[in-house]
């Protein structure tokens, strides 16, 4: 089937009069091709008239309905194209969401109203293997490895911060070093996830001068809180989870310590969606 016996179709659906269409642009045999491939008569024909059968009804409203999308599809390409109108596939770890990325898509709907964007909250190491295989356009996750396939770029940074049971005898009041905690169960996050994470967060305990007794080892935030709120164990975790949780722990700020707490926004080189170029023009 072919483009142009469609447009036969809907010319002679329109003047509903073989002579006078066959005369200007030689249908009748386009038509009869037509419906010998569909197995169907569209036009129901005698001496005095000719009208769209049943099926020739529906046909007319699907090929019509047809050519008005591929029109659009025309006007829109250069848009898409120009990164203007899209779709773009974004990661992000779970504190992206209460800090920067909310702010980064508003700004990408302010300016590209027509980038249609898909969100998944993923582990970092999930999508790193998701940015590999094409599953993302741009992720935003802790630490990534060096790779010389993808470009990266620190995007957002904050302090790291003691967080403990409501109930616990040390608060901002009376803390002075993380050795005060050097006997506590710690949760961590898992090695798995991300080796060069886990050992940021390990040097904070080495810079105190302990290793830390593991209790628990989990990579989500809210997971966390919920542990040390039940008194399973404390941790560190990211000052910014202070001003969305209503769990019942206590937050310590860590500011004088010399690691920061880093999101990476990570994108393949390779990647030709022209909407991510115009993200990054944002990021």
Same mark, same amino acid.
Request: net charge neutral; charged share 25%; hydrophobic share 40%.
């Given at each position: 089937? #072919? ?17 006078? !269409? !066959?005369?200007?642009? *030689?249908?009748?045999?386009?038509? &009869?091709? @037509? ?16 009208? @769209?059968?049943? *099926? ?6 699907? /090929? ?10 025309? +006007? ?10 899209? #779709? ?8 992206? /969401? ?31 293997? !998701?940015? &590999?295989?094409?599953? @993302?356009? =741009? ?17 957002? &940074? ?23 905690? *050097? ?12 080796? =060069? ?6 040097? =904070?305990?080495?810079? !105190?001068?302990?290793?830390?007794? /593991?209790?628990? #080892? ?6 966390? @809180?919920?542990?040390?709120? +039940? ?10 989870? #202070? ?8 937050? $310590? ?28 023009? $944002?990021?």
């Amino acid at each position: 089937m #072919e483009l142009r016996q469609l447009r036969y179709f809907l010319m002679l659906a329109h003047e509903l009069h073989f002579r006078r !269409a !066959a005369d200007k642009l *030689a249908l009748t045999k386009q038509i &009869q091709v @037509l419906e010998a491939e569909l197995g169907e008569i569209l036009f129901d024909r005698n001496k005095r008239n000719v009208r @769209l059968s049943v *099926a020739g009804e529906y046909f007319n409203t699907e /090929i019509t309905k047809f050519f008005e999308q591929l029109e659009k599809s025309k +006007n829109e390409i250069k848009q898409i194209e120009m990164g203007q109108k899209g #779709e773009l596939k974004i990661g992000y770890v779970g504190s992206c /969401i209460h800090t920067f990325l909310p702010k980064l898509l508003g700004d990408l709907h302010d300016k590209y109203s027509e980038i249609h964007t898909y969100l998944s909250e993923m582990t970092s190491a999930s999508q790193l293997l !998701a940015v &590999q295989k094409g599953e @993302l356009d =741009i992720a935003f996750l802790r630490n990534p490895p060096p790779n010389k396939r993808f470009k990266q770029r620190n995007v957002f &940074q904050e302090n790291f911060a003691l967080v403990l049971p409501k109930n616990h005898w040390l608060d901002a009041t009376n803390f002075q070093s993380l050795t005060q905690v *050097a006997n506590e169960k710690f949760i961590l996050p898992t090695k798995t996830d991300g080796e =060069i994470y886990h050992i940021l967060q390990w040097s =904070i305990y080495e810079d !105190a001068g302990f290793s830390p007794k /593991i209790s628990h #080892e989990t990579v989500h935030g809210y997971t966390t @809180l919920k542990l040390v709120e +039940n008194n399973l164990g404390i941790s560190l975790i990211l000052i910014s989870f #202070e001003r969305v949780t209503n769990t019942a722990v206590k937050f $310590i700020e860590l500011r004088d310590i010399a690691q920061k707490a880093e999101i990476t926004a990570l994108w393949n080189l390779q990647n030709t969606n022209p909407s991510l170029r115009r993200f990054l023009e $944002i990021v």
